[in-house]
Structure formats: structure tokens, C-alpha cells
């Protein structure tokens, strides 16, 4: 995989980034998208692909990109397909700072110290170009707009915005309640950013969802997951997870 193009992880990281105050907007949330955008992008490349609600490696070849290969051979490890939610509620231990730090190194981001409280260090992430920011929010404003069914990556993206939370950061307010609503909808144009956009809303509900079956989306495009099941059952160890996910939520 080239780095010409920006990952999933980072596009969702910079969307999520206030370019006034350099923090990101649901934090707790984030680090489950993120995990999930992860998935989508090593589909997207031909090397996972959904086998139901799991995930099963089809290609163990690296990608050429650190971290992705690093959740790559994680997942060749397991042996056999995953379910796509209980990955996405695994331990994920610094990924978010893991792709800051990346986005620095890049130069699309510089990182500014400074104290909370007036007290606790504290170091927050401003964008260096906002306008890559803009260019990202443009496709799915474009996607939310036109009505015309976006390209897989794009409707990935906008699922995984609408799972984590982004949805009341990118279209505020009232007025924004119908993009809101239609980046909700952009989901059923890609199966795999509708199974992880799912899993990661059912990680945040403390649930964990029975196997979906996959059904036809409109207008011919592949499958995508079903509604959850009111009858899931929660995540051994992910109540407290849970709790902060659904706070951050708000």
C-alpha cells in the first residue's frame, strides 16, 4: 500500500479534530472507530474480508504501513475469522496517540503543550493544513448533498463518523439535523464500513450483537449487516468501556 493516500484511521482522526482548540471530539469513542477504521482499510487493501459478523484474512501480506500490518498479523494470529465486534472491544492501548504522533511526523498536525486546569500538562493537536481537513468533510458533504451513492471509502468513512459520534461535531444544531440524518443513511453503501460501524455501536451499548445476516443493499451494491438484536448480551469486561464510551457519547 502506498502513503500516498491517508489511511481510514487518519481520515476519521482528522475529522474528528477541533481546529480551534486541537482536541478531538469523542475521545472514548474515537479509539473504538478508529480500531474499526482500521479493519475497513485492510479490506479495502484485499487483506480481510467479512465472512457473516467476522472477520477473516484472506491476504497476510503486509501493507507497508506500521500499525496496519501490526492489526494484520494480530488478526492472522487468531487462526481462525474473528467477530468483528469483539475485536473492535479488545485493548487498544495508545492507538489514537499512536496516529497523532504519526499525523506529526507528517506534518498535518503540530502538537502544543499546555496545562488543564492550570495545572495537569496537558498537549492538544492542531492541524497544520486545515484545508486537507476540509477537503475530507467536502466528500461526505458532497455524499449527504447529492444523494448519488459515494465510493466505498467514503461511505466507510461516513459510517464510522456517524458511529463514533462525529454526527453533532461535523452538522451542529438544528440545521444540521437532516445531514445528520443522512450521514446515518450513507451507511448501507459499503458492507464492510456497515459491519464495523455497527460493532463499534454495539461495543459502545455494552452489547454484544448475535451474528447478522447479511441482505441486499438499494441500488445492487454488496450486502449489509442487519439491525442488532435487542436480545445481545454484554461484553465480558467491557461495562466500564462501555459506561465511558456512552458518556463521551453525549
Same mark, same amino acid.
Given at each position: 500500500?502506498?502513503?500516498?493516500?491517508?489511511?481510514?484511521?487518519?481520515? =476519521?482522526?482528522?475529522?474528528?479534530? $477541533?481546529?480551534?482548540?486541537? @482536541?478531538?471530539? +469523542?475521545? *472514548?469513542?474515537?479509539?473504538?472507530?478508529?480500531?474499526?477504521?482500521?479493519?475497513?482499510?485492510?479490506?479495502?487493501?484485499?487483506?480481510?474480508?467479512?465472512?457473516?459478523?467476522?472477520?477473516?484474512?484472506?491476504?497476510?501480506?503486509?501493507?507497508?504501513?506500521?500499525?496496519?500490518?501490526?492489526?494484520?498479523? =494480530?488478526?492472522?494470529?487468531?487462526?481462525?475469522?474473528?467477530?468483528?465486534? /469483539?475485536?473492535?472491544?479488545?485493548?487498544? &492501548?495508545?492507538?489514537? *496517540? @499512536? !496516529?497523532?504522533? /504519526?499525523?506529526?511526523?507528517?506534518?498535518?498536525?503540530?502538537?502544543?503543550?499546555?496545562?488543564?486546569?492550570?495545572? =495537569?500538562?496537558?498537549?492538544? !493537536?492542531?492541524?497544520?493544513?486545515?484545508?486537507?481537513?476540509?477537503?475530507?468533510?467536502?466528500?461526505? $458533504?458532497?455524499?449527504?448533498? @447529492?444523494?448519488?451513492?459515494?465510493?466505498?471509502?467514503?461511505?466507510? =468513512?461516513?459510517?464510522?463518523? /456517524?458511529?463514533?459520534?462525529?454526527?453533532? /461535531?461535523? !452538522?451542529?444544531?438544528?440545521?444540521?439535523?437532516?445531514?445528520?440524518?443522512? &450521514?446515518?443513511?450513507?451507511?448501507?453503501?459499503?458492507?464492510?464500513?456497515?459491519?464495523?460501524?455497527?460493532?463499534?455501536? $454495539?461495543?459502545?451499548?455494552?452489547?454484544?450483537?448475535?451474528?447478522?445476516?447479511?441482505?441486499?443493499?438499494?441500488?445492487?451494491?454488496?450486502?449489509?449487516?442487519?439491525?442488532?438484536?435487542?436480545?445481545? *448480551?454484554? &461484553?465480558?469486561? +467491557?461495562?466500564?468501556?462501555?459506561?465511558?464510551?456512552?458518556?463521551?457519547?453525549?
Amino acid at each position: 500500500m502506498g502513503r500516498s493516500r491517508r489511511t481510514l484511521p487518519e481520515e =476519521l482522526l482528522l475529522l474528528a479534530l $477541533d481546529p480551534a482548540t486541537g @482536541t478531538t471530539a +469523542q475521545p *472514548q469513542s474515537l479509539d473504538l472507530g478508529l480500531a474499526g477504521a482500521q479493519l475497513v482499510e485492510l479490506a479495502l487493501a484485499g487483506r480481510i474480508a467479512p465472512d457473516g459478523d467476522r472477520i477473516a484474512v484472506v491476504l497476510p501480506r503486509p501493507t507497508g504501513d506500521p500499525t496496519l500490518d501490526s492489526a494484520l498479523e =494480530l488478526l492472522r494470529r487468531r487462526g481462525s475469522p474473528v467477530r468483528a465486534v /469483539h475485536w473492535i472491544g479488545g485493548p487498544r &492501548l495508545g492507538l489514537r *496517540q @499512536t !496516529y497523532l504522533t /504519526h499525523l506529526e511526523r507528517c506534518g498535518m498536525v503540530h502538537a502544543v503543550s499546555s496545562q488543564m486546569c492550570g495545572v =495537569l500538562p496537558t498537549t492538544r !493537536y492542531q492541524a497544520t493544513d486545515t484545508a486537507v481537513s476540509r477537503e475530507i468533510k467536502a466528500r461526505l $458533504d458532497s455524499a449527504i448533498r @447529492t444523494g448519488v451513492p459515494p465510493d466505498p471509502r467514503t461511505a466507510a =468513512l461516513a459510517a464510522l463518523a /456517524h458511529a463514533v459520534g462525529l454526527g453533532k /461535531h461535523l !452538522y451542529p444544531g438544528n440545521e444540521g439535523r437532516s445531514s445528520r440524518s443522512r &450521514l446515518r443513511d450513507l451507511i448501507r453503501h459499503d458492507p464492510m464500513g456497515g459491519l464495523v460501524a455497527h460493532a463499534v455501536m $454495539d461495543v459502545q451499548n455494552g452489547v454484544a450483537a448475535q451474528p447478522r445476516r447479511a441482505t441486499p443493499a438499494r441500488g445492487g451494491a454488496a450486502g449489509r449487516p442487519a439491525a442488532r438484536s435487542s436480545a445481545a *448480551q454484554p &461484553l465480558p469486561g +467491557q461495562a466500564r468501556r462501555s459506561g465511558m464510551a456512552r458518556a463521551g457519547a453525549r
